[in-house]
């Protein structure tokens, strides 16, 4: 089978864009990954993508083109961008297509999302008692893994002013203020122990990229990054995850863990040859328990890594170089493609301030939705 490319990117910056429909923001990116690759629209053979909020992706054709391409939505949670872009790759090494588009966008409306139950299979009970809210989720989720692994509060803190740090140097970022240790800890109480700044907000932004068979990505940029894998993974009975309405009496690995495990097995390499990942952030503890989920590092390990700035752009193992979903908000249908988009760059040695030092060679990327689904890829230069 064929090794597949990404050899176009582009991005709508994320944040609030009043005067543009998510659909302009998404068509706005493609545009740009299709020029990032010096090619036309009509070359794309097939496009993946994905929207919740803002409209089906497949009408962007009527922005980009009337030229008879498959085009196919994509809805998987916060786990479309992954999701769309495990199709193109699965397009592309089966040798079915040679070239294709990538895209996602989103427009949310201000506030917390507001799921209903019944969409999830779940009964009126789950919503009733908060659950549904999922800032509530997130937050009981953390404070049993802080018992049991020893995290303290401090570990949270560290997380978001790496990542407004981060942000602030990233033009295309929502959030570009650093922001400091005082300014976290006397933000005002979401759901303990998460207050205002450690949470993601639902945003605006659309994120695109170009992909094509490994021997002829020269022929549209001098700096390919291959797409080593692409993995996709639901839970099993035992992962307790958003929308879980209750725990098993033996807990199982999330899909975080089963699809890390696969996507390293397809790639060859292990967690010790990645130089720099992209960790879905919804809020900071999600950050830390995903560095022990994909094998990163021990569960606990996390307070001394962050203690000694494992994860900052200079460290051992840098992680969300651009802010992550803290800092650029998270438009559901573009998140996981920005992550790509900023690994990319840190591949090819193009991400500016945030650039990482000894232009990284292989960089990770992973996704999380509910109710319970994990995207992971590995790309290497």
Not at 42 to 60: H, P, R, T, W, Y
Not at 267 to 291: F, K, R
Request: net charge negative; aromatic share 8%; charged share 15%.
């Amino acid at each position: 089978m064929t090794d597949v490319a990404i050899v176009g990117l582009g991005l709508h910056p994320f944040g609030r864009s009043p005067s543009l429909s998510g659909l302009e923001q998404g068509a706005i990116a493609a545009r740009a990954a299709i020029a990032d690759a010096g090619t036309e629209f009509k070359a794309m053979e097939f496009a993946f993508g994905g929207s919740q909020d803002a409209g089906n992706a497949d009408s962007l054709v009527n922005l980009l083109g009337l030229t008879g391409l498959q085009f196919t939505n994509i809805w998987n949670g916060c786990a479309t961008g992954g999701s769309s872009l495990n199709a193109a790759y699965s397009a592309i090494k089966s040798g079915q297509y040679d070239m294709g588009l990538v895209v996602g966008f989103d427009k949310h409306a201000r506030g917390a999302f507001n799921p209903q139950p019944k969409d999830w299979g779940l009964d009126d009970w789950y919503g009733e008692t908060g659950l549904m809210l999922t800032t509530q989720y997130f937050a009981m989720k953390i404070k049993r893994y802080m018992h049991d692994h020893g995290i303290s509060r401090d570990t949270l803190v560290r997380v978001a002013e790496k990542a407004f740090r981060n942000g602030s140097i990233t033009p295309t970022a929502w959030r570009q203020t650093a922001l400091t240790t005082e300014d976290i800890e006397q933000a005002p109480m979401v759901s303990e122990p998460l207050n205002k700044y450690m949470f993601c907000s639902p945003a605006e932004g659309g994120c695109a990229l170009v992909l094509c068979r490994a021997d002829i990505a020269q022929k549209y940029t001098p700096t390919p990054v291959l797409l080593r894998s692409a993995v996709v993974r639901s839970r099993h009975y035992g992962s307790f995850e958003v929308f879980s309405p209750s725990q098993a009496p033996a807990v199982a690995p999330s899909p975080t863990v089963t699809a890390s495990r696969a996507a390293f097995e397809f790639a060859g390499i292990g967690p010790g040859d990645i130089d720099v990942a992209q960790l879905q952030d919804t809020e900071v503890g999600a950050e830390i328990m995903h560095l022990a989920e994909n094998g990163f590092c021990e569960h606990g390990e996390q307070e001394h890594w962050l203690q000694e700035g494992a994860t900052e752009i200079n460290g051992k193992l840098p992680v969300n170089t651009d802010g992550g979903c803290l800092a650029n908000g998270e438009p559901v249908g573009a998140s996981g493609l920005r992550q790509v988009y900023e690994i990319c760059h840190q591949l090819r040695g193009t991400a500016g301030a945030r650039q990482v030092p000894n232009t990284p060679k292989v960089g990770y990327t992973h996704v999380y939705g509910a109710p319970g689904i994990s995207g992971v890829n590995i790309l290497t230069t």
